[in-house]
């Protein structure tokens, strides 16, 4: 079976299938007799309150390792179990029908169900998979069937699903050697905490849910995105070799953890982390990251029922300050794209990559950019907080974001509320306007991020998420290489800091060329942390700068790669 890689590496371990268990085609109409009527209503309202248990337990649970606005999606939950209509048609249907509770359950949900598919309003109609998620607990626990519990896995498994809901992913313990998911994408929520886990993973593994067996011993072997269901012994002996050397990597890649990443003479790059999430956060810390060089904020939108108020944003954004005080890049919403809120309609647009986006929506609704700008200035009086404008195409986003920076520090001033008032503002390069005019905006900012995932996509006019045209997204095409040495290169010359924040920052082989070209940080999914820095270890500034200059002087990108290996292969 063939997958998509997230994260690389071998994993061997016995399957551990959690399966949507399609409930309702288990439960069957049962008349009851009216004798045993109070008995029945007796039967819903214990398997209610555990229901309300359960909930409550991932609450506390997401509150301890994610925070506050991943715990916000159990709230929801719990108003809708709790919900006295809710209740009441259930109980009123067992009495008036004498029927059971399950399917006086299956019936109350099937209505709600309706009534929100013919809604209009998208974020109501979103709720519908919450509906299904808190009725399938209540279901569960009313036929005693136990919730499949990743959380409660204790020999080493290979997690197979179709795609992994938050209140999974959050349980992912370390007996979970890998994951394969039917779905999920690369970017996708599960593969994110994967990744900065760790956790060899491949997503779109069609049918993996009916070839592969609860327990069946599997081999996923990531580098070549395939996977071995009942290995032979041969198979078996060669792979469980290739992961005892993995995991002594492992351990030697630990002494990076309380280092900084220096080149063989001496010279630093800083190596952050990339953040969506207060668990992430903590993980860039567990991996020896200084800093968070990325902390993607439309996360905390896309999560919660309305545009999360100031003080939601200040406590979220406070706590994951107080993890890594150092130095934390947060980068102001970034949404529109592929990238939507539940509770806001954004307009129909032929080319919503090239819409109305990240800066330019936050410009277009002044109110919602000057909340979360107030909110970041108040989490800069717990550490180093930077501000980061995502998506700038020009020089007056620029200005005009600085001018409501501006007025909102003005506001905290006046009212009295501490902040950094030298914060620095920068701007994530990753349009090619942006590349081209760089050396213009250097004047105006403190630094650049040159977000390359966006950069390779406008660059080669390539969508990021289309399987049809992936061959053509390539870092290493020419333009691509000419377009990241510019912006270094602007940087340099006003003697700002740049660093890069696209997957290729952590790209073992693609991170030579970024310090080669004199980036001063590269930021990553946590668990990359440890292998570039050892990549980094291994040169002279002169030689990086060697190996890159060669790969620039190529004029394809197949030609670019094979003098970098050459390059890395003759050091
Ligand atoms: C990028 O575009 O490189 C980037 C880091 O931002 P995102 O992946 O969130 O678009
Ligand atoms: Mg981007």
Redesign the pocket.
């Known amino acids: 079976m063939k997958g998509k890689r997230v994260y690389g590496g071998i994993a061997i371990g016995r399957a551990f299938l959690v399966m949507d268990v399609k409930i309702e085609n288990v439960i069957k109409k049962e008349n009851i007799d009216i004798n045993k009527l109070e008995t029945e209503i007796d039967r819903f309202e214990l398997a209610h309150k555990k229901t309300i248990q359960d909930i409550e337990k991932l609450k506390e649970h997401a509150l301890n390792t994610i925070g506050t606005s991943e715990a916000e999606i159990f709230e929801a939950h719990l108003d809708m179990v709790k919900d006295p209509f809710f209740i009441e048609s259930i109980i009123k249907k067992i009495k008036n029908n004498l029927i059971n509770a399950e399917y006086a359950v299956l019936e109350a949900r099937n209505e709600i169900l309706k009534t929100f598919n013919n809604m209009q309003d998208e974020y109501l109609k979103a709720r519908a998979n919450d509906i299904l998620d808190v009725t399938d607990t209540l279901l569960k626990n009313l036929m005693g069937i136990e919730n499949q519990n990743i959380a409660n896995i204790s020999t080493e498994a290979i997690v197979v699903a179709k795609d992994l809901k938050p209140s999974q992913t959050i349980q992912l313990n370390n007996y979970v050697k890998g994951i394969i998911l039917e779905e999920g994408s690369v970017t996708s929520h599960a593969a994110i905490v994967a990744k900065a886990k760790g956790i060899p993973t491949l997503v779109g593994v069609e049918g993996a849910l009916d070839k592969i067996k609860n327990n069946s011993l599997i081999v996923m072997d990531c580098e070549k995105e395939k996977i071995i269901i009942d290995p032979s012994k041969e198979e078996l002996e060669y792979y469980t070799k290739i992961e005892a050397k993995q995991t002594e990597e492992k351990v030697r890649l630990s002494k990076y953890k309380n280092k900084k990443c220096l080149t063989k003479d001496g010279f630093e790059i800083k190596i952050f982390g990339n953040v969506g999430s207060i668990e992430e956060a903590k993980l860039v810390k567990e991996n020896g990251g200084f800093g968070i060089g990325?902390l993607?904020t439309e996360l905390i939108y896309m999560n919660s029922k309305h545009f999360p108020t100031e003080e939601e944003q200040y406590n979220y954004y406070s706590e994951i300050v107080k993890i890594i005080p150092d130095e934390v890049i947060i980068r102001t919403l970034?949404i529109g794209g592929d990238k939507m809120l539940p509770y806001y309609k954004f307009p129909e647009e032929m080319n919503p990559f090239l819409g109305l986006r990240a800066i330019r929506f936050c410009l277009k609704n002044k109110d919602i950019f000057k909340t979360q700008l107030r909110a970041i200035l108040r989490a800069s009086a717990f550490g180093k907080v930077k501000i980061m404008l995502p998506m700038v195409s020009n020089l007056e986003e620029i200005i005009e974001s600085k001018k409501i920076i501006e007025e909102a520090k003005k506001e905290l001033k006046n009212e009295h509320i501490k902040f950094d008032e030298d914060i620095e503002v920068g701007i994530m390069i990753?349009i090619p306007a942006a590349a081209i005019s760089a050396d213009i905006l250097a004047k105006e900012v403190d630094f650049f991020s040159i977000?390359?995932?966006?950069?390779i996509q406008y660059s080669c006019a390539v969508d990021r998420m289309n399987k049809n045209v992936s061959y053509l997204y390539d870092p290493y095409h020419p333009s691509v290489l000419r377009l990241i040495k510019m912006t270094i290169d602007a940087a340099k010359n006003n003697n700002i800091e740049v660093g890069v924040?696209?997957e290729t920052a952590g790209d073992p082989d693609f991170s030579i060329i970024l310090a080669g070209m004199g980036a001063d940080e590269l930021s990553m999914s946590a668990s990359m942390i440890p292998y570039i820095k050892d990549t980094i270890a291994r040169y002279n500034r002169n030689e990086l700068e060697k190996i890159t200059s060669n790969v620039m002087n190529q004029s394809d990108s197949k030609s670019a790669y094979e003098a970098l290996i050459g390059g890395k292969n003759a050091n």
């Open positions: 990325l993607r970034d990753e977000g390359t995932n966006d950069l924040c696209g």
